[in-house]
């Protein structure tokens, strides 16, 4: 059966509750990075660098849409066409093109002023989300780490602990991770992102948001924002 949406501002619909909800009632909020938290899609401005920003965009843009079912694969064949590209790209890309989105300080600030834990969980790369963790003061991380080998990128990722590629599923099993180990039902979470690699742990979180989010994603989302920031998600919460 279709859940119906409504909207209940401009820009603002949400499906399958009646706000407001309590923003104290939950305990973890878990972001999407690229294109959710920042402005950009990280991958593809590195690209530009090595004059690769239409082939390598063209991959993300089709992934982000759900029309690559392997993930993983689109993502190596993306950094694979990074090899060669210095690792100076990275710092130039964060310090020159990366913003915050509309309203993420914003957001974040009030979720931890509320009680909530933060985690940023991307499949980009731990260059970007340390930098964005020690900026924001978010709790915890997970993304792919870029090879580099004498100042160069190999086109390769380098294993984690964890495993190899931060993937949908990926965000999904660290969202219910992070759950458990802080004794807590994932239905006390919040999911937030705008890519069809953000669906499997907005499936599983109590709260799941779409920010400017891509058509697929946005029909499943209980709460979708299409005009105005990530702030506008406090609209259905009150303090």
Same mark, same amino acid.
């Given at each position: 059966?279709?859940?119906?949406?409504?909207?209940?501002?401009?820009?603002?619909?949400?499906?399958?509750?009646?706000?407001?909800?309590?923003?104290?009632?939950?305990?973890?909020?878990?972001?999407?990075?690229?294109?959710?938290?920042?402005?950009?899609?990280?991958?593809?401005?590195?690209?530009?660098?090595?004059?690769?920003?239409?082939?390598?965009?063209?991959?993300?843009?089709?992934?982000?849409?759900?029309e690559i079912a392997d993930y993983k694969e689109s993502l190596r064949q993306r950094v694979a066409l990074l090899r060669g590209v210095p690792a100076?790209?990275? /710092?130039?890309?964060?310090?020159? &093109?990366?913003? *915050?989105?509309?309203? =993420?300080?914003?957001?974040?600030?009030?979720? $931890? #002023?509320?009680?909530?834990?933060?985690?940023?969980?991307?499949?980009?790369?731990?260059?970007?989300?340390?930098?964005?963790?020690?900026?924001?003061?978010?709790?915890?991380?997970?993304?792919n780490q870029l090879e580099i080998v004498d100042g160069m990128l190999t086109g390769r990722l380098v294993d984690q602990a964890w495993g190899d590629?931060? /993937?949908?599923?990926?965000?999904? &099993?660290?969202? *219910?991770?992070?759950? =458990?180990?802080?004794?807590?039902?994932?239905? $006390? #979470?919040?999911?937030?992102?705008?890519?069809?690699?953000?669906?499997?742990?907005?499936?599983?979180?109590?709260?799941?948001?779409?920010?400017?989010?891509?058509?697929?994603?946005?029909?499943?989302?209980?709460?979708?924002?299409?005009?105005?920031?990530?702030?506008?998600?406090?609209?259905?919460?009150?303090?």
């Amino acid at each position: 059966m279709t859940v119906p949406t409504f909207p209940i501002a401009a820009g603002l619909t949400v499906r399958g509750f009646t706000p407001p909800l309590r923003l104290a009632d939950f305990k973890l909020i878990a972001f999407d990075m690229d294109s959710t938290l920042i402005n950009i899609e990280c991958i593809d401005e590195i690209a530009d660098a090595a004059g690769r920003k239409p082939e390598v965009a063209a991959i993300t843009a089709a992934a982000m849409r759900g029309e690559i079912a392997d993930y993983k694969e689109s993502l190596r064949q993306r950094v694979a066409l990074l090899r060669g590209v210095p690792a100076s790209a990275l /710092d130039e890309v964060y310090t020159q &093109r990366l913003q *915050l989105n509309p309203g =993420a300080e914003t957001l974040v600030r009030a979720c $931890q #002023a509320a009680g909530l834990k933060t985690l940023l969980v991307s499949g980009g790369f731990t260059y970007f989300t340390d930098r964005l963790q020690q900026r924001l003061g978010l709790d915890w991380t997970r993304s792919n780490q870029l090879e580099i080998v004498d100042g160069m990128l190999t086109g390769r990722l380098v294993d984690q602990a964890w495993g190899d590629i931060c /993937d949908g599923e990926e965000k999904r &099993r660290t969202v *219910l991770e992070t759950c =458990a180990a802080m004794g807590i039902s994932p239905s $006390q #979470a919040i999911a937030m992102g705008d890519g069809a690699n953000d669906l499997p742990m907005m499936s599983v979180a109590g709260l799941s948001v779409a920010h400017h989010a891509k058509p697929a994603v946005r029909a499943q989302a209980m709460v979708a924002i299409e005009d105005g920031g990530l702030d506008r998600l406090l609209d259905v919460l009150r303090a």
